[in-house]
Nanobody
């Protein structure tokens, strides 16, 4: 199994920045950040594939940046221009790619498709 440990959460003012990190115990092709607020489903924030391709949710596009430090098995989420609605518990996720209908290997977008999860780190924007 792959263990994931997040860090970097905390409090920030609206318009400010925070940086989240997630250290994995092994390499996985797909890594992602999700977030969840009480009473709502976990939602995808950003995904990065093994080759470096990234995908963002519309609500963070242009404000957040996901990246990987391969040598350190580390996933990073740089969050800028924070909004009140960014307040949530943020989770690191990892798992394998799968083939789409055309046979290409792609990373999933749904939380249910990711195999490994961190414990979560709280981000509060005020």
């Amino acid at each position: 199994d792959v263990q994931l440990v997040e860090s970097g959460g905390g409090s920030a003012q609206a318009g400010g920045s925070l940086k989240l990190s997630c250290v994995a115990t092994a390499y996985t092709y797909c890594m992602a950040w999700f977030r969840q607020v009480p009473g709502k489903e976990r939602e995808g924030v950003a995904v990065v594939e093994g080759g470096g391709a990234t995908t963002y949710a519309d609500f963070v596009e242009g404000r957040f940046s996901i990246s990987r430090e391969y040598a350190k098995y580390t996933l990073v989420l740089q969050m800028n221009t924070l909004l009140l609605e960014d307040t949530a518990a943020y989770y690191c996720a990892a798992g394998p790619a799968h083939r789409d209908s055309s046979g290409r290997w792609i990373c999933p977008r749904a939380a249910t498709a990711f195999t490994y999860w961190g414990q979560g780190t709280q981000v509060t924007v005020s």
